[in-house]
């Protein structure tokens, strides 16, 4: 099984509104990622986990704030965004390791800030 | 720094037609890897292959073929006898160690849109 759950698959919120994206993987993969995509362009990586410590943060605003509770499970909490923050947000995860393993794409969260 | 070029921004063929996707890619390191994701419209990056910089094997899986050539810095894609499920946005990355553990960052080029007419 090589799946990677998302929720909600859709957002729409305010700017003063907080939200959390939620992902998932059951694959004992030790690593988690958080994407930011917009509309033609390749995936921004924004943060990565490794064995659940928060290893790498891409310059990304303050607004996200990411959260690993346990190897299975990455949020991205959301508050105070702007509209430029529209976008779709990918969760990915893998193996982990010193050797570069695939990573493996959730569907997606496309947000919409209003 | 890093980098991947897919000089192709879109490629529209017949069904059937072979196709082929273009990737050239920078870097300084002796070992890294590159791989290929599919983006249908649904959205979902679907992981199609993985190739280290010490194994220039070409490999052939069903309809998919990639050329994997250390001295042009290029790893190509082919589909073989296009079908309409393969339209998508194919991308093509390079991974790079960054610190520790399971620390990777994912150099993507940006994108070939292939859409397949039938």
């Known amino acids: 099984d090589t799946e990677v759950t998302q929720t909600p698959k859709h957002l729409v919120m305010g700017m003063t509104n907080k939200k959390s994206l939620k992902c998932e993987q059951h694959?004992?993969?030790?690593?988690m990622y958080w994407y930011k995509q917009k509309a033609k362009k390749p995936p921004e990586l924004m943060f990565v986990?490794?064995?659940?410590?928060?290893?790498i943060n891409e310059s990304v605003p303050s607004r996200f704030s990411p959260e690993c509770p346990n190897s299975s499970l990455l949020n991205l909490h959301l508050h105070a965004l702007q509209p430029e923050d529209s976008a779709l947000y990918l969760c990915?995860?893998?193996?982990?390791?010193?050797?570069?393993?695939?990573?493996?794409f959730g569907p997606g969260t496309r947000l919409t800030v209003t | 720094a890093q980098k991947v070029t897919q000089a192709q921004t879109e490629i529209s063929v017949v069904e059937k037609e072979d196709v082929t996707l273009d990737c050239v890619y920078e870097?300084?390191?002796?070992?890294?890897?590159l791989f290929w994701y599919k983006q249908p419209p649904s959205g979902e990056l679907v992981f199609l292959i993985r190739?280290?910089?010490?194994?220039?094997q070409n490999e052939i899986s069903g309809r998919y073929s990639w050329n994997f050539q250390k001295s042009t810095s290029s790893f190509n894609f082919t589909i073989t006898a296009s079908q309409v499920v393969d339209s998508a946005v194919y991308f093509c990355?390079?991974?790079?160690?960054?610190?520790?553990?399971?620390?990777?960052?994912?150099?993507f080029g940006t994108g070939t849109r292939l859409t397949i007419i039938p």
């Open positions: 990915a995860s893998s193996q982990g390791g010193r050797k570069s393993y695939e990573q493996y």
């Open positions: 694959m004992g993969h030790r690593a």
């Open positions: 986990y490794s064995y659940e410590k928060l290893s």
């Open positions: 870097t300084r390191d002796t070992t890294y890897y």
């Open positions: 190739r280290n910089s010490f194994d220039e």
């Open positions: 990355a390079l991974s790079e160690a960054l610190g520790s553990f399971g620390n990777e960052k994912l150099t």
